[in-house]
């Protein structure tokens, strides 16, 4: 009787697990040939400045309906088109859809022309220049400020350092306050001046694959793992497609400025932000001088940028508007992903909705 | 059903095992210490190489790929400073064209 009821199961699992091998093998063959390359970046946008190797992008939207234009600041360690990953799965489409004006500072690939490049350069120069054109493109007075991971660093010196900036709000997301709490990069960076100099390759950056290596092995079963679920769900186009943008992105590193390096050295040893001992060309820069409505978005699960290290931000901006959210997620997975789609990403979006106009 | 193939709980049970002290151990100081050597000595031994071939182009009166290096290092420096001042000219620009115009 028992064998009755379970022998159409049996035969409907062995008909799935074949079916399921065929498409193993057939999503096999395009990874390995390299045919089925999913397409990143894709939100249109156009290049509204550049100076150097740095970019500002403005993303095409014939629908703003928010003011002010929001400002993305992303980081130096790798490339921004984490943050509009693929069409249905896109943080900047989300905002770009909610009728914001969406511009991006992107700093392009270092190459020996940056390697003297220090945080001044991008604190005081850039990032400036940039809030600029954007006033200057858009018409409006302030702007809206989101920094993603060290661009949450650059963003928070920047609104530090300049208290008449004009900016709405700021909204860091998963910003390494406590440099100590990072791992191997920093640790390595904040042993001695000498260990920075050992880092850095012949064009005096420190080179993608040192920064891919210190990303790599904070999770040391993580490069088993990821082939074992690849494995497991090849069969599934979609989860293939969205494995393979992940992947080429995690891999996909920039060569960080030598300059920056040996200044990141020095923050790590004297865990400069949390004890309030940043120093931009001979000032001091306190993070208490912050007094703009801020959110701080830190994953419970960022093994990059661990709690420990974004946790103490709330407490070290002077904003009375301040705010933290906390989510289940990881480094990547705050911003991109079902859960962010559907969690961080409104959160950000309502903190910024409330502090903005609707334009009519 | 959970939807997981029967092989996947042996392997997650050993990755759960196996996770947490490798990730302690990668965080650990004496790893800093380790990477750190490991780097140093690799940096040792190419800078090496490099005096060496340099020394061998140098003998035959050609400049080195370390004495390009320098030159592009000297070059992307005042590149950059240019840059900056390009920036800052362009602020000061946009501050006078403010106050003008208030």
Redesign the interface.
């Known amino acids: 009787m028992t064998i009755d009821v379970e022998a159409p199961g049996i035969v409907d699992l062995v008909g799935r697990e074949l079916e399921r091998c065929v498409l193993r093998a057939r999503n096999g063959i395009r990874m390995a040939a390299g045919i089925s390359r999913p397409e990143v970046g894709t939100t249109p946008k156009d290049v509204v400045w550049r100076h150097g190797r740095t970019e500002l992008w403005r993303y095409r939207s014939d629908d703003v309906r928010v003011s002010p234009p929001l400002l993305i600041v992303f980081g130096l360690f790798s490339r921004s088109y984490i943050l509009d990953l693929q069409k249905g799965n896109s943080f900047v489409e989300q905002l770009v859809d909610a009728g914001f004006d969406v511009y991006l500072l992107d700093w392009g690939v270092p190459d020996e022309r940056d390697a003297a490049n220090r945080l001044e350069d991008y604190v005081d120069d850039y990032i400036p220049a940039a809030v600029e054109q954007v006033r200057r493109i858009s018409g409006a007075e302030q702007v809206d400020m989101l920094g993603y991971c060290f661009g949450s660093v650059l963003s928070l010196l920047y609104a530090a350092r300049r208290r008449d900036a004009p900016l709405c709000s700021l909204t860091v997301v998963s910003a390494p306050i406590d440099l100590q709490q990072l791992g191997p990069l920093t640790s390595v960076l904040g042993n001695t001046e000498s260990d920075v100099e050992k880092l850095l390759d012949v064009d005096g950056n420190v080179p993608p694959h040192v920064v891919h290596q210190a990303f790599q092995i904070l999770k040391p079963t993580m490069r088993v793992t990821r082939y074992v679920d690849l494995f497991d769900k090849l069969w599934n186009d979609d989860y293939v497609t969205a494995y393979q943008a992940m992947i080429g992105w995690a891999g996909d590193h920039v060569p960080l400025p030598g300059g920056v390096a040996r200044q990141l050295a020095e923050m790590t040893r004297t865990n400069a932000l949390v004890d309030d001992a940043i120093v931009l060309d001979g000032d001091r820069v306190h993070l208490s001088d912050i007094t703009v409505p801020f959110l701080t978005v830190l994953g419970d699960r960022d093994h990059i940028v661990p709690e420990a290290s974004a946790a103490p931000l709330i407490d070290l901006v002077g904003s009375s508007d301040k705010h933290e959210l906390r989510l289940e997620g990881g480094h990547v997975g705050v911003l991109v992903g079902r859960t962010a789609a559907k969690k961080t990403i409104p959160a950000i979006i309502e903190f910024l909705l409330r502090r903005s106009e609707t334009i009519t | 059903m959970t939807g997981?193939?029967s092989w996947?709980t042996p392997?997650d049970f050993a990755?759960r095992l196996?996770?947490p002290p490798?990730?302690a151990?990668?965080?650990s100081?004496r790893?800093?210490?380790v990477?750190?050597t490991v780097?140093?000595i690799?940096?040792a031994v190419g800078d090496g190489l490099n005096g060496l071939a340099a020394t061998v182009w140098h003998l035959v009166n050609l400049p080195a790929?370390?004495d390009l290096?320098r030159m592009?290092?000297q070059?992307?420096?005042l590149?950059?400073d240019v840059?900056?001042l390009?920036?800052?000219l362009?602020?000061r620009d946009?501050a006078r064209t403010g106050s003008d115009g208030r």
């Open positions: 997981l193939p996947r392997y990755e196996v996770a490798a990730e151990l990668v965080r100081d790893f800093a210490a990477a750190a780097f140093g690799r940096r790929g370390s290096h592009h290092a070059l992307g420096a590149d950059r840059r900056r390009s920036l800052q362009e602020q946009t």
